[in-house]
C-alpha cells in the first residue's frame, strides 16, 4: 500500500490534485476523508493520463473536474458528488454508482454505468458495448451512439440515446426503460418497442433536461423495454437464449 | 411333474439405474432440467481416502488437553491494513438472503461470532440480521451486485470478489420466483415472483488484467483497509490461483465440486469441475511456485464435515477451510425432526434438496414467513457453534497425535491415501508404499 504523504499537500492548492505529484491513493483517502459539511466543494484533479479509479467511493456533495482521460471505474460507488470529466472514459465509469452526476465530456468505454443504482450519469460522445449493463435504477444520457449488448439485464433506471444502438439492444432486460432517437441494429431476448405514452414523453423531458441536452424533442426517440416472457421459465422459451 | 426352466433373477441395468430411469421420466413429463440445491451427491475422491500416520518412534505426540495447539490464522495481511484474525480455521462459506431465511442467517451469524469465525453474505446483499450477529462478515461481490453499495463494503470485514463456485463453475445465481418475496425483490431491485437468474460474468471486468484493475478500485473505495479474497469454483486450482495471485487478492478461495448451491441444474452440479481433493494440491503448488504460500492464504471449501476433513486439509497446504451445507444441517436442515414433512415433499430427511421450492420444513431455506419461525437463531446459532468447536477439538486431536503444536504445522508427509487416485489428487504416498503416482515419472 503506497504511503500518503500528507506533507506534499501544503504546497498545492488544497482542491486542486496533480496525479503527476501525488498518488491516487492520495487523491481517493483526500475525498474519502471529508467531513460532511466540508467548505472543500471544488476539486480539480489534472493530468489524470488514464488512471484507474480516479474518485472512487465519494460520498460528499462535491464537484470535481478532472482534466484530461480516465481509465477504469472512474466515479465508482459515487455517492452524491458531481464529476465532470474533461476528456474520455475507460471501461465502467460510474459502475455501481449510487447518486450525484457524473458527466463525460467525451466518450465512454465499455459497461458505462454498469450495475448503477442511482443519479446520472452523462456521456456527450459515444458510449461503447454494454453501456447501462446490468443497471439498478441509475439514468444514463448518451448524445452520441451506444454498442452492442447494452442495457443487457437492466433492472431498473432510464437509458437515453440521442444517436444510435448496436446490435441486441436491452437482451433479457427487466423492468429498466430505454429511449433511442437513432437506429436500433436489433433488440435482444424479450426487449420490445413500447407505447411512447404521455407519462413517458414527460420522463424523457425531465431526463434530457437533467442532462443539460437542448433543442431536442421527447417524440423523436422510440421507447424500448421488457416483453416480460421470460420472467418465468417455460421450455417453449430455451431457443430465445 | 413338468420340468420349468429356472428363471434368470431380473437384472437391473448399471448404466439405466433407478435414479436415471426416474430422470428421462421426469424431463420427459416436465420439459424442464431437473433444479437443486447442494453439492455433487456422487462419490468422489475425498478426504476419507486418506489417514493420518500418527506418533511413532520417530515422531512424538502433545499431550492431549495439557500441551497447546494452536488453531488461530489471520487471513489477508498481504495487502489489508485490517486483516481478519480467526480463532479457528474453519469460516462460514456464502450463502444469500433469499436462498436462506433472516432467522437462518441470524443463527449463521452467531453462531460463527460464539466460535471465534467469520461468515458472509451472499448473491442478495448484506442484511442487518446478519451484519448485527456477525462479529466478523465477509460480503460477497459478485456478477449480479444485488445490494452492492459502498455503505455496506465499508461496514464489512473483508471482501470476496466471486469468479465462481464449487456446484457450478461457470454458472450464475438462481433463485426462482417461489422465493422471491418483497424483500427479497426490493433488495434486489427485481419484479416480485419472477425466476431470477443471475448472471454467469461481472458486469464490467473480464479475465485476469482486468480483475487486478478491479481489486484496486474496491481496494480505493474501502481505503486500502479490508482483506480482498477471490473465490473461485474448483475448475483450474493451478492457473486460477495464480491468476488471483497475479491480480492482487489476499485470499483465494477454492471451492471444490461438493461444495453445495441454494439452486442450479443437476446436470451442472453432477457434471462440472473438480472435486474439492483434487483441487488442493495444485492451488498450494501454484502459491508454493510463486513464493506466496502462506503469505496470501487459501480456504477450501465443498464437502467439510469434521475436524478430520479440516485436519486433512491444512495437512495439504490449505490455511483454512470454509463450511456451508454441514452449517445448515448443524442449523436443523434434513433433520428426521420434520420427515412426515419431508415425505409429504415426496422425499426424505437427508435427501431433501429441493431449496429453491422455497418450502422448506426446517424453516432454513425459504422465505416462508411461517415456516421460517421453526429456526431459533439463538438456539441454532448455539447449535453452529457446538458444533465448530467439536470440529476444532477434533482437528487438534489429531494434530496433538502427529506432534504438532499449531493445525496448521500439519504436513502432506503426515498423511497417506487408502485409494491410488486420492494417492495421486493429494500427493502422498499409497499407504503401505512409498508411492505417489504421478511422481518420479510412474
Known amino acids: ?241 | 411333474m413338468t420340468y420349468r426352466n429356472p428363471p434368470t433373477t431380473p437384472r437391473k441395468s448399471a448404466t439405466f439405474d433407478d435414479y436415471t430411469l426416474s430422470e428421462i421420466r421426469r424431463a420427459a413429463a416436465t420439459g424442464i432440467y431437473d433444479i437443486r440445491g447442494g453439492g455433487a451427491k456422487r462419490k468422489l475422491p475425498h478426504f476419507d481416502d486418506l489417514l493420518f500416520l500418527g506418533a511413532s518412534i520417530s515422531r512424538y505426540p502433545l499431550e492431549g488437553y495439557r500441551e497447546r495447539c494452536d488453531t488461530s490464522v489471520v487471513l489477508g495481511s498481504r495487502h489489508a491494513t485490517k486483516p481478519i484474525e480467526l480463532k479457528i480455521p474453519i469460516t462460514i462459506a456464502g450463502m444469500s438472503f433469499g436462498s436462506l431465511s433472516g432467522p437462518a442467517k441470524e443463527a449463521l451469524g452467531r453462531g460463527a461470532t460464539l466460535a471465534g469465525t467469520s461468515t458472509t453474505t451472499g448473491d442478495g446483499g448484506m442484511t442487518e440480521e446478519e451484519r448485527g450477529h456477525s462479529k466478523q462478515l465477509v460480503y460477497q461481490y459478485l456478477p449480479s451486485r444485488y445490494g452492492m453499495n459502498p455503505r455496506d463494503l465499508r461496514r464489512a470485514d473483508a471482501i470476496e470478489v466471486v469468479v465462481g463456485q464449487g456446484a457450478k463453475p461457470g454458472g450464475g445465481g438462481m433463485l426462482l420466483g417461489q422465493k422471491i418475496s418483497d424483500r427479497v425483490a426490493e433488495m434486489r431491485t427485481l419484479p416480485k415472483g419472477i425466476d431470477q437468474r443471475s448472471a454467469s460474468r461481472h458486469p464490467d471486468w473480464t479475465g485476469p488484467d482486468d480483475l487486478e484493475i478491479k481489486i484496486l478500485e474496491l481496494r480505493e473505495i474501502t481505503d486500502w483497509e479490508k482483506p480482498i479474497y477471490v473465490k473461485v469454483g474448483g475448475a483450474r486450482p493451478y492457473y486460477d490461483t495464480a491468476l488471483a495471485v497475479k491480480a492482487g487478492a489476499d485470499v483465494v478461495v477454492v471451492d471444490g465440486m461438493q461444495g453445495g448451491t441454494a439452486a442450479t441444474q443437476e446436470v451442472f452440479i453432477e457434471n462440472v469441475g473438480q472435486p474439492t481433493l483434487a483441487c488442493i494440491r495444485p492451488a498450494v503448488q501454484a502459491l508454493q511456485d510463486l513464493g506466496m504460500h502462506r503469505k496470501v492464504q487459501l480456504i477450501v471449501s465443498g464437502g467439510i464435515r469434521n475436524g478430520a476433513d479440516v485436519a486433512k486439509a491444512l495437512a495439504l497446504g490449505v490455511d483454512a477451510v470454509s463450511i456451508g451445507t454441514a452449517a445448515l444441517v448443524a442449523l436443523g436442515d434434513n433433520d428426521p425432526h420434520w420427515e412426515a414433512e419431508y415425505n409429504e415433499l415426496g422425499t426424505t430427511a437427508g435427501a431433501y434438496d429441493d431449496w429453491h421450492e422455497g418450502r422448506d420444513p426446517a424453516g432454513i431455506t425459504t422465505q416462508d414467513p411461517e415456516l421460517m419461525k421453526r429456526v431459533d437463531p439463538i438456539a441454532a446459532g448455539r447449535r453452529l457453534a457446538n458444533y465448530l468447536k467439536v470440529m476444532t477439538l477434533e482437528a487438534q486431536t489429531i494434530a496433538r497425535a502427529c506432534g504438532k503444536n499449531s493445525l496448521h504445522n500439519l504436513e502432506p508427509e503426515d498423511l497417506v491415501a487408502l485409494t491410488i487416485e486420492a494417492a495421486a489428487m493429494a500427493g502422498v504416498p499409497l499407504a503401505g508404499t512409498n508411492w505417489i503416482p504421478g511422481k518420479n515419472g510412474f
Open chain 1, 1 to 241: 500500500m503506497p504511503a500518503i504523504n500528507l506533507s506534499k499537500m501544503t504546497a498545492h492548492d488544497p482542491r486542486v490534485f496533480d496525479l503527476d505529484q501525488l498518488s491516487l491513493r492520495e487523491l481517493n483517502q483526500a475525498l474519502h476523508n471529508l467531513a460532511p459539511g466540508s467548505n472543500e466543494t471544488a476539486w480539480e484533479v489534472l493530468h489524470p493520463k488514464g488512471s484507474h479509479s480516479v474518485a472512487v467511493g465519494v460520498d460528499q456533495p462535491v464537484a470535481i473536474d478532472v482534466r484530461g482521460s480516465v481509465g477504469y471505474y472512474c466515479g465508482g460507488m459515487n455517492s452524491g458528488s458531481t464529476i465532470t470529466v474533461h476528456g474520455s472514459a475507460g471501461p465502467g465509469v460510474g459502475e455501481n454508482m449510487m447518486s450525484g452526476s457524473i458527466t463525460i465530456k467525451g466518450d465512454a468505454s465499455q459497461y458505462a454505468g454498469a450495475t448503477g443504482r442511482g443519479g446520472l450519469l452523462v456521456i456527450e460522445g459515444n458510449a461503447s458495448s454494454r453501456c447501462g449493463i446490468s443497471m439498478k435504477g441509475i439514468d444514463i444520457v448518451v448524445h452520441g451512439n451506444i454498442g452492442h449488448m447494452s442495457a443487457f439485464m437492466a433492472q431498473s433506471g432510464n437509458l437515453v440515446v440521442l444517436g444510435d444502438a448496436g446490435d441486441a439492444l436491452g437482451d433479457s432486460i427487466y423492468e429498466a426503460r430505454l429511449f433511442v432517437r437513432g437506429k436500433v441494429d436489433s433488440l435482444g431476448a424479450d426487449c420490445i418497442a413500447k407505447e411512447m405514452r404521455t407519462e413517458h414523453l414527460e420522463l424523457l423531458q425531465g431526463l434530457l433536461d437533467r442532462a443539460g441536452v437542448t433543442g431536442v424533442n421527447p417524440s423523436e426517440f422510440k421507447r424500448y423495454g421488457s416483453a416480460r416472457t421470460l420472467y418465468n421459465f417455460n421450455i417453449d422459451n430455451a431457443d430465445a437464449y
